[in-house]
């Protein structure tokens, strides 16, 4: 437990931010559902509750059919959370799986790996997935998981790939090779453990590109269009005109929530860089001397340069002070 | 020339792939196409029928090797049938009318993007822990807003309750053809400015923020800070010294990035309603035009491969070091 404590408080701070918000949508999509007010697919039809505006009865204000947005939402984020973190974790452990073995066996392996990982990159996802998607006659869920699953994969594997050459090269490894241990047991407990970080912050990715791509299939309506999720809201509020009649609190909360669940991974992610990298994180900026703004970038600065340039009563009175002793001219060059 | 060949060699294999994938698709899915569509659209001919079959798989056209060279034959003729939910338009005339739009519309958004973003990487990275340094997490919101949900805002904030710009279709159709003449170019132009922005403002921070990581490290080095003690001018320094060299890992992140731009600018289209290849994409999709799909895919690779390529020929020419390794061989 102490181990996660000094984890945490070591995390940059936009890491934590991004942690807490993406906190809150799993916990939404723990409890959500039980929380929502109404059956998220029950067409009031009272006839004033007919794009209701938002209002205390409904909070997020009704559909065009008097379906409770607000419980939509907290039904549809419970769908498309599961589907991000599920996409996640296969295609990630696929990553890992395929970057591994490619720079773990080398030679012909490696090179056809290495090709097969370039063109999934290269060729865009989104086209292929509508068209794959576009052929299955049931686009449920799972269909939608393992579509994703399989070609969200490449980034993450070439990231990885390019670590374990690496490692694979450092004594260690080839102490164990020595001593005899066996290839999956260096793999295992010698390599993946040393590239948590990576494998961390692919996953991360990986979520981010799941969400996007799940939530702009589901907009085409590529998916079973009678289940909830963020995307089949933005569906019917776009096929239902929504935008033409002004019916604001039907779109912009889902869109929203998309956006606020890929900007606290955005955020996670630049946290996870800046603590492999400390460089990158945001330094404290310019220190102030002598009354000038000093960057990190800039030469080291050269108190007389400094000094020189005061005007001539300010450099006058500076001569006064004990700055001065410093000085290598002692009144500030000019006034001499 | 070497580096291109391979590169070019490359491409060839991932044309392939999405040649093949597109090939087998339609065949190794459950369920047969061909029965869906002849079940929706019960007037096709039986010759449009058998050119289904051939293209879709299914019924007697001789063993899947045969099928597969004619296939290929005419993916190079670009000849990619008759659309069925137009029928009897050819797909290729559809594609003609839609890939221009799409084509400049993306491709200028996103060159605009990038100079802004490499720009303002620049700055942020040299001031690193400036102002601008210190918006970047703003920023990054913006970068994950999906496309097509900024899109919607936009409409509805500045098409329909300011009435500022048009919030629809690639022209205003009532007062102008198509054609090289003003009032086209100018309403095409008018009507590109929401569409451009949301591209833009959407990925302008990816951009920014690979920069600045990359400039970041550059400053680091030493020959940028001996170009500093020779006493050279900042600005000489940060262009010409830090700049150029950081320019290089955001190039060749820009072919790879250009897929996802694409995707995120085909959702948006629809949005808009514009008339690129998005939103014939998305009518394709509705009306099970399964032969209008399966060439779209096709181009839109075919066009993301070519604009690689032209990002490795411009490598070419500013990496000196890219030259160097072929005379070194």
Redesign the interface.
Known sequence: MSTLMRLWRNLPLKAKVGAVLFGLFVLCAIIGPELSPYDPSYANPAPNLLMAHPSAQHLLGTTQTGQDILSQMLVGIRLTMELALLVGVIATALSVIVGVTSAFLGGVWDEVLSVVTNVFLVIPALPLLILLLGYLPQKGQWATIIVLSALGWPWGARVIRAQTLMIRNRDFIAAARESGEKSWRIITLDIIPNEVSLIAASFVNTVLYAIATSVALAFIGLTNLNSWSLGTILYWAQSQQALQLGAWWWFVPPGLAVALIGASLVLLNTGIDELGSPRLRASRGAAKIAGRRIWPTDPTPVLTQLTASRGRLAAFAHSFSRGSLLDETPAGGELL | MLFLLRRLA??L??AW??IT??FF??RA???N?VE?IAAKYPDLTASAFKALELMLGGGNQGGLWSQYVTYLGHVFTFNFGLDIANYPTPVSTLLAQTIPWTLTLVGVATVISFVIGTGLGILAG?????WL??S??GL??L???????LA??L??FIG?ELHWLPTGQGYNGATTQPGWHWAFIGSAIQHAILPAFTIVVTSVAGWM?QMR?VM??T??EDYVVAA??KGLA?RRVIYTYAARNALLPQLQGF??AL??V???A??ME??FAYPGIGLL??N???S?D?PL??A??LV??FT??IA?LIVDTVIVFVDPRVRAREVAR
């Open positions: 490359f491409y294999v991932a792939v999405a994938a597109n698709i339609p899915m459950p369920g196409p869906s040299w001031r690193h822990g400036g340094d210190r970047l997490p990054m919101f970068q994950a807003i999906p496309y097509f949900f919607l805002l409409v509805d329909i923020l990581n970041i490290t400053i680091g500093q003690a900042n072919g790879l897929g996802y694409v995707s995120g085909l959702v629809i949005v994409l998305l394709a999709v509705s099970d399964f799909m399966q779209i895919f839109i690779t993301v491969l690689n």
